[in-house]
């Protein structure tokens, strides 16, 4: 099993629609969560970061953190085309820089 | 702020042959960090330096592989001798305390 698991879609949805995306973990050691978005032919980006349970809201963009089902979502309100891109959870653990990613959620928001 | 500067972006050579990817991390970060993307095994970290000193290079799949940092503004990603199985983009990466900063990554096409 791996450490992170996230369903690579590909999620297709109108434009206008509340986006769901999702990833799980093993690893109860993991202290903080990170969402990237990267767009074709691009390096990823930063989207959102959360060091603890709860929700964090940016926007559009939502994140939530789930310790005790081990499980973390980003939610994005009235999708854009623009956020037509793949969607990468990472996460990490106290001071250690080795993150551990998802494959990523490819997400096209339709017209 | 420039970000994380690769290059090239496109590489295509023959198997044997040796490549080298250039990195430069955006000035004053301290952590540079070596990935390689693919879609079977996503974001995979090879190395990463922290003050120009390699901490962590439990990534490098073969002795193929290595990396410099010879000073703060530059590193290098060597592959000697390159394999078909070595086509992928890779991804250099910087940061301070934040997270993350990529660069738009290097596409290594092994024929």
């Known amino acids: 099993q791996k450490e992170v698991e996230q369903d690579p879609g590909p999620l297709s949805v109108p434009e206008g629609a509340i986006v769901s995306l999702n990833c799980t973990y093993s690893?109860?050691?993991?202290?903080?969560f990170m969402w990237y978005r990267q767009y074709s032919r691009k390096g990823p980006e930063l989207l959102m970061y959360t060091y603890s349970s709860g929700n964090k809201e940016d926007g559009r963009f939502t994140a939530q953190v789930d310790k005790s089902s081990k499980y973390i979502s980003l939610f994005i309100r009235d999708s854009q085309p623009s956020d037509s891109a793949t969607y990468l959870c990472a996460m990490g653990a106290g001071n250690n820089r080795k993150l551990i990613w998802g494959l990523g959620t490819s997400l096209a928001v339709n017209p | 702020d420039a970000g994380v500067i690769q290059s090239p972006r496109h590489e295509v050579t023959e198997m044997g042959q040796e490549v080298t990817l250039r990195c430069k991390p955006i000035s004053g970060h301290d952590y540079l960090f070596w990935y390689r993307q693919t879609m079977m095994r996503g974001l995979e970290l090879l190395i990463y330096?922290?003050?120009?000193?390699?901490?962590?290079d439990s990534g490098m799949p073969e002795d193929r592989f290595s990396a410099k940092m010879p000073n703060a503004s530059f590193s290098t990603l060597k592959i000697q001798p390159s394999e078909p199985r070595d086509s992928a983009v890779y991804f250099c990466a910087s940061s301070r305390v934040s997270p993350l900063h990529f660069g738009n990554g290097t596409r290594l096409t092994v024929t």
């Open positions: 330096f922290n003050n120009n000193v390699p901490i962590d």
């Open positions: 690893n109860s050691a993991f202290q903080y």
